[in-house]
């Protein structure tokens, strides 16, 4: 997030591509300064274990890490990768390395040894000893299952260890998968057996996920418990949850149960991963398209549910169900950037990319398979989401400099995967027509930012307009808006306010008695728990912010600077009730009303520093005059003071003599914080049937 200060330098002028990547290495560097020095304060040694950093090594995030650990004072850090992976970058001399090897025959008998004394059984003879060790290859966990199998407190009590060992996978990564069956298998009930295959396609599942994918012939409720219980006493097994309520199996079990079944029993393998999409479309709160229903994208357990959701979609091996899962991939991941991560950084994005290329590795490790169906497309999508994400600038103003061309391919690769390519749109269906109408948004900022008297982003921004018209989408007033600002932005002022008002007419207002925000919040709560439709009735408060905000440039531009600050002042009324809406203050909100805030104060420092004090005096009064007189302070500034702030040029300070402060970030999230009560006071003394319909009142132009 930007500071005041910090967003009207991006105004006046827009930060390029380095300035960015400075910011965000100075931001890094705060967060790493604030962790080493809480972390140097204790006086005792301490250990820091960091599990298959591999996973993060060339991450933003692994080489943060990387940078901060030789500044930690009194640790030892343990860092474990696999051997082909990469590592942190640390200096030699600072770093132990150790190759972690299987067991040989010795350290596998003494691993058994200790073993049956603890379980109080007699010594392992040699002969069994050597099997073991051939069968496990020294590997520490095909050796537990080996143990499992044979001495654990559910093997079978009758069991010949050398028949268990026989006429293993040659496969290594299949061998404790096959172990692991053995383990479960009961000659008169296979109901154990039928739950482990069934936990292995999930990354983690509870007893309903179980039930779900056990299927047919169902279990009785006293089975189901005893399947579920009996899975989570496994050493294969983790708890995720205390009370043992969430699982899931081991890496080591689950990938080798996933390899054997996708290669000899693929009809089970492609049956449990649609079940399991099945399930999680169930869990799914069914959004209703509309602004409002676009909230649960920020609620953690939808997220979760979701991503899941994709995940089994991504193991599909039909043509038309591999269709589906591109499109669905890219709609979730577009409507997610669309309402959140082309502004702000939101994990979601992030994570939709990761699941992508975890199913994108498994398709490059077995392209050289010639029982497994190649699925290039995916890969090329994980590809194109990537660069989006990475090239396209956050932040409310965008960079000329930033690589556009690179993001407008990867837009268009995008487009050509999911089939969107020059297609006719009477014949998409409703999702496709949202698909295409988002690219064709995004492309159309790709133009507008890099040169906007080109006349593609017009046209984009026209077939996008087209298409979300056709399905009455929210989304349709935002394009109407960005039409409107492109002109702006232009000099075609006299374009604008047609654009404008129809945006402005596609905005919902409240309709009767002037309904409190709090009350639409727990409506909306409400009608989410129940899994149903939201209330349509909400008004989007961003919108009309940003409304005002447009209107106020216009009048700027055409000189007429005391109604844009009554306009700039509306567009920061609306844009602190946006904070509120949808649940408690988030980066976004917060983020939003930083910048609006920073517009409106850009214009009072650029009048002052032309010279003309009195009339960036007048202009402050008058943008003040958009909030209740008092709102929790005696009164509000007086023409000295605004004159002693001005020539300050201190942003926060004149933003909280004009404005009512914005959430801490310690309240982000936070429904109880003084800045809710703050914002509860300061509605209240709102006429809300009013400010629901100022964009009309007075007229404009």
């Known amino acids: 997030m930007s500071s005041l200060a910090e967003s009207i330098d991006e105004i006046e002028g827009a930060l390029d591509?380095?300035?960015?990547?400075?910011?965000?290495?100075?931001?890094?560097?705060?967060?790493?300064?604030?962790?080493?020095?809480?972390?140097?304060?204790?006086?005792?040694?301490?250990?820091?274990?960091?599990?298959?950093?591999?996973?993060?090594?060339?991450?933003?995030?692994?080489?943060?890490?990387?940078?901060?650990?030789?500044?930690?004072?009194?640790?030892s850090v343990v860092l474990t990768r696999t051997p082909e992976g990469p590592s942190f970058s640390l200096s030699a001399d600072a770093v132990h390395r150790f190759d972690i090897v299987n067991f040989d025959e010795d350290e596998v008998r003494a691993y058994l040894d200790a073993a049956a004394r603890l379980a109080g059984h007699k010594p392992v003879s040699d002969f069994l000893v050597k099997k073991v060790h051939e069968t496990s290859q020294g590997h520490p966990a095909t050796l537990a299952a080996v143990y499992e199998l044979l001495w654990g407190s559910d093997a079978p009590s009758d069991a010949d260890p050398g028949e268990f060992l026989r006429e293993l996978p040659d496969r290594p990564?299949?061998?404790?998968?096959?172990?692991?069956?053995?383990l479960v298998w009961r000659p008169d009930d296979d109901a154990l057996e039928r739950a482990l295959w069934a936990a292995a396609v999930p990354r983690r599942f509870n007893a309903r996920l179980l039930k779900h994918l056990i299927g047919d012939p169902p279990l009785s409720r006293a089975d189901q418990k005893r399947v579920f219980d009996a899975l989570g006493r496994f050493t294969f097994t983790e708890q995720l949850k205390s009370d043992g309520s969430l699982l899931r199996l081991h890496s080591y079990v689950r990938t080798g149960l996933l390899q054997r079944m996708s290669r000899t029993e693929p009809e089970r393998f492609d049956g449990l991963h649609a079940s399991a999409a099945e399930y999680y479309g169930r869990e799914l709160a069914r959004a209703d398209g509309t602004y409002g229903a676009a909230f649960v994208y920020e609620h953690a357990n939808w997220q979760r549910n979701k991503r899941e959701w994709l995940y089994h979609l991504g193991y599909a091996t039909r043509e038309e169900d591999r269709s589906k899962a591109l499109l669905e991939f890219t709609r979730v991941f577009l409507d997610a950037f669309w309402w959140w991560g082309h502004y702000i950084q939101f994990d979601f994005c992030d994570q939709l990319v990761t699941d992508l290329a975890h199913l994108a590795a498994r398709q490059v490790a077995h392209v050289d398979e010639p029982?497994?169906?190649?699925?290039?497309?995916?890969?090329?999508?994980?590809?194109?989401?990537?660069?989006?994400?990475?090239g396209y600038p956050l932040r409310s103003v965008k960079?000329?400099?930033?690589?556009?061309?690179d993001v407008r391919d990867a837009l268009l690769t995008v487009q050509q995967l999911c089939g969107l390519q020059a297609r006719d749109a009477r014949r998409l269906n409703k999702d496709k027509r949202h698909?295409?109408?988002?690219?064709?948004?995004?492309?159309?900022?790709?133009?507008?930012?890099?040169?906007?008297?080109?006349?593609?982003?017009?046209?984009?921004?026209?077939?996008?307009?087209?298409?979300?018209?056709q399905d009455k989408d929210w989304s349709e007033s935002w394009v109407a808006f960005e039409r409107a600002e492109l002109r702006c932005e232009r000099g075609e002022m006299s374009a604008v306010p047609d654009l404008w008002h129809h945006a402005a007419d596609l905005l919902k207002p409240y309709e009767g008695e002037a309904e409190s925000i709090g009350v639409a919040r727990e409506e909306r709560a409400a009608a989410e728990e129940q899994g149903g439709e939201e209330p349509h009735d909400e008004l989007d408060e961003e919108m009309m912010s940003n409304l005002h905000r447009l209107r106020a440039d216009c009048c700027w531009a055409s000189g007429e600077p005391m109604r844009s600050a009554m306009w700039y002042g509306r567009a920061v009324l609306h844009a602190y009730l946006f904070h509120l809406v949808g649940?408690?203050?988030?980066?976004?909100?917060?983020?939003?009303?930083?910048?609006?805030?920073?517009?409106?104060?850009s214009r009072l420092f650029y009048v002052?520093?032309?010279?003309?004090?009195d009339a960036a005096v007048a202009l402050a009064s008058e943008m003040s005059r958009a909030f209740p007189a008092t709102y929790g302070r005696e009164s509000g500034p007086t023409p000295a003071?605004?004159?002693?702030?001005?020539?300050?040029?201190?942003?926060?300070?004149?933003?909280?003599?004009l404005f009512p402060r914005g959430p801490e970030v310690s309240e982000i999230g936070s429904i109880g914080s003084p800045f809710t009560q703050e914002f509860n006071a300061l509605v209240e003394a709102l006429d809300l049937q009013q400010t629901s319909s100022d964009l009309h009142d007075p007229a404009w132009p």
């Not at 995004?442 to 040169?451: C, E, G, V, Y």
Request: overall charge negative; charged content about 25%.
């Open 583 to 601: 649940g408690p203050p988030d980066d976004y909100t917060l983020q939003f009303y930083v910048d609006i805030r920073a517009r409106a104060l």
């Open 371 to 390: 029982d497994q169906d190649a699925w290039p497309e995916l890969i090329e999508l994980h590809n194109a989401l990537r660069r989006v994400i990475r």
């Open 641 to 657: 003071q605004l004159r002693q702030l001005l020539a300050d040029e201190k942003p926060v300070p004149l933003a909280q003599a």
């Open 399 to 405: 960079s000329k400099n930033a690589d556009w061309g």
């Open 17 to 75: 591509p380095q300035e960015l990547v400075n910011a965000w290495r100075s931001a890094k560097a705060v967060v790493a300064d604030s962790f080493v020095w809480r972390w140097n304060a204790t006086t005792t040694w301490r250990m820091l274990l960091i599990d298959n950093v591999n996973e993060v090594a060339d991450q933003e995030i692994g080489i943060w890490v990387a940078e901060l650990l030789p500044r930690l004072e009194k640790t």
């Open 608 to 613: 002052w520093r032309q010279g003309d004090q």
């Open 173 to 182: 990564e299949e061998r404790a998968a096959a172990l692991v069956e053995r």
């Open 435 to 469: 698909v295409a109408a988002l690219l064709c948004a995004f492309l159309a900022r790709t133009w507008r930012h890099q040169a906007c008297e080109r006349p593609e982003a017009d046209q984009y921004y026209s077939r996008a307009e087209a298409l979300f018209a």
